[in-house]
């Protein structure tokens, strides 16, 4: 059973950038499509990225297209996301997620499909 630990997370100012990691024990991340979600107070968790278990495919939210990406290396088991031009909305808990897949090349971008899920990791971004 893959464990997923998030890192990376902090404090930071608008405008400013961050890179989030998500490191896999346990078991491999291959055979496994990632994402990151997030969720913010009193709000429903959301998706922000997918990478497809070959890495070749991404997929982004539209808040997160042009100022987030993502991406794995399988090697180490490990999926970053790099957070650039962060706004004050873009505080919330981020949580890396692993879904099963025998698709090399699928994103999932909905939170019922996803398997694992880390314990997430604080992101504020001050004003």
């Known amino acids: 059973q893959v464990q997923l630990v998030e890192s990376g997370g902090g404090l930071v100012q608008a405008g400013g950038s961050l890179r989030l990691s998500c490191a896999a024990s346990?078991?491999?991340?291959?055979?496994?499509?990632m994402g990151w979600f997030r969720q913010a107070p009193g709000k429903e968790r959301e998706f922000v990225a997918a990478?497809?278990?070959?890495?070749?495919?991404?997929h982004y939210s539209h808040f997160a297209k042009g100022r987030f990406t993502i991406a794995r290396d399988n090697a180490k088991d490990t999926v970053h996301l790099q957070m650039n031009m962060l706004k004050f909305e873009d505080t919330a808990v981020y949580y890396c997620?692993?879904?099963?897949?025998?698709?090399?090349?699928?994103?999932?971008?909905?939170?019922?499909?996803?398997?694992?899920w880390g314990q997430g990791t604080q992101v504020t971004v001050s004003s």
């Open positions: 990478i497809s278990e070959d890495a070749v495919i991404t």
């Open positions: 997620a692993a879904k099963e897949t025998y698709s090399s090349t699928s994103v999932y971008t909905l939170t019922s499909t996803y398997n694992y």
């Open positions: 346990g078991g491999t991340l291959s055979r496994h499509g």
